[in-house]
């Protein structure tokens, strides 16, 4: 990693106070299973969110606030979770919280009032949000070197194997477990992530001289603001957007505090998340590569799965067989081919590779209509397994290369932004595109439906003679109402097409912005590149020698 000329040793992150983890497979499990579990428990609460508004006796808008609540805490508490591990240390943060976290997910679905609901969803996500940050950071302050890249892969893959295999789990959980274990999951793998992390991880002192000149206010100001954004775009699509005060007023008050934020850390002695890490070219390419990859990953985690649902009207474990058998299951072939490919090739060309795979399968997606069935959606799903197998991952090895390890906890912070506060976001966004869209396009078709034209009426008499068995006064109705119905689904299937189109050009820009990515200085990510791989990165200028 690139050196600074001016340490700041109370903000440096890789290294553990308390030496590499005796019992690495340790370290690694707790990793796998903090990482694993924060992305299927948000997975989990969205795609359940329906039945979760059936199981506690929701209306639609106090289910909208009860995602939000518990998405939003976990972006409030992301950005510090690597200044809390370098001061308190990975056991005291992720220890006796796992537990809690157990503790409330055992409680959560016996509650019936709903301001305990809220209180507790919003408890449950600030300890969810703990466990992926906090587990990054095990694998550079515990692990070998050795250890690094296979550990990170683990990491990277969770985003798409939990996109891929939580509609499933969904389905197998309220058609045969129950819906409460949605939240009892966490039961279980919560204390044993605990475990892992007691056993492979070292018993480090408190860092009283990073507490003592803790930055309190910047991590209050950037983790409010990101999360009151959060909050308004996620409640935006819902409340119509500026017609909303709640809305606006979460909107400019977040990007208030974000502002502070940025003059509090130019004004503060020890700032906690330097804003001079986003001016280093590689880093700030790197950071808005990571942002469209979660804006081109939306055709994984929305467009496929939604459209299976509102025009193939599927249920989640119908749904799921697909991307679990062509989703989560190549991966495990792809994951380790992308760590041989950057072992030996420089990351840049792996990372081409992914977000060449995502265009083409958001440009297969184009071609989509109402027919399209679940065994329609098999290349598409297979190439956006691929594309997330060799793009956050080459990504992360990317930042981190040319990373100053000086200023490992701001740096940490603005990736946690991207990863989630991104995510969350583009999906918020994709709903709003996909239903202006779809009013668009049902406006549209709409207009030429006109009355009395011969078309119409002859669609309108043949549905009318269909449903006159069962009653010719309401047969006239029923027909303006089936013929309503076909032209709502093209409207959606229209505004589908938009959606893959949209990220189709996001992953063309990400391709773009990886041309613009300099070469990263010698580290202990630089491949060792031989035969056919020499070859290709000399012709390609990516060689050293």
Known sequence: MAQSSEPDHADRGPLSRGGIAAQPLFAVGAVLLGSFLANFDSRLTSVGLPDLRGAFSLGFDEGAWLSTAAIGSQIFIA????????????????????????????????????PALIALSIVHGMLLGTFVPATLMIVFRNLPIKWWLPAIAIYSIRVGFALDTGTSLVGFYVDHWGWQWLYWQGVVIAPLMGLMVYLGTPREPINREVVRDADWGGMLLLGTGVSMVYAGLDQGNRLDWLE???????????????VG???????????????????????????????????????NSSLVPNFLNVVAQLRPEQSGVLLVIYGALPMFVMVPVSIFLLRHFDPRFVVTLGFSAFAAANLLGTQLTHDWARGDFIAIVMLQSIGQAFTLLPLIIVALSNADPTRATAFAAYIQIMRLGGAEIGVALMGTWLRVREQVHSNYLGQHLETGSDNVVRILKQFADLFASHGAATAPARAVGSLSAIVQREANVLAYIDGFWLTFWLAIAALGFVALIARAPPGPFTPAPFGVARGLMRRFGLSRT
């Open 79 to 114: 950005p510090s979770v690597a200044w809390l591990a370098t001061a308190f240390g990975l056991r005291r943060v992720l220890g006796i919280p796992s537990l809690v976290y157990a503790l409330i997910s055992l409680l959560i679905p016996l509650v019936r009032d709903y």
């Open 244 to 258: 909303s005060g709640t809305v606006m007023a979460l909107l400019i008050g977040g990007g208030v505090l974000c």
């Open 261 to 299: 934020f940025v003059i509090n850390e130019m004004l503060v002695r020890r700032p906690w998340a330097h804003v001079t890490v986003l001016f280093s070219r590689n880093i700030g390419l790197s950071l808005v590569v990571i942002l469209l990859y979660t804006l081109t990953s939306l055709s």
